[in-house]
């Protein structure tokens, strides 16, 4: 098994945070679906579903309504990042 270079690792985690800080923003700005934010960011879907998975954990994000979603037409989560749309019952937790 080929070791990968340290650098070059590195880049990869590099790449990670950073597409993550672009999801995290595009929750900000206003509560969207999944498929909303793959298609403004152009990151795939699957790794926003992972970060979405691993911010819910820390209470970094929620879902705020279940609503049809523009794009696919189908009911879908719309998450957020933005605290203060957090439902109550959450904060009191």
């Not at 650098?7 to 969207?32: C, G, L, N, Y």
């Not at 152009?42 to 309504?65: D, F, M, P, S, T």
């Amino acid at each position: 098994m080929k070791a990968t270079p340290n650098h070059k690792r590195q880049d990869e985690d590099t790449h990670f945070e950073v597409q993550m800080k672009r999801v995290f923003a595009a929750f900000q700005r206003k509560p969207s679906t999944m498929l909303m934010v793959s298609i403004e960011t152009g990151i795939l879907r699957a790794n926003i579903c992972r970060y979405v998975a691993k911010w819910q954990k820390h209470n970094r994000i929620q879902r705020i309504e279940t609503g049809i979603c523009e794009i696919s037409r189908h009911r879908s989560g719309y998450y957020s990042t933005d605290k203060s749309l957090f439902n109550e019952y959450s904060k009191s937790n």
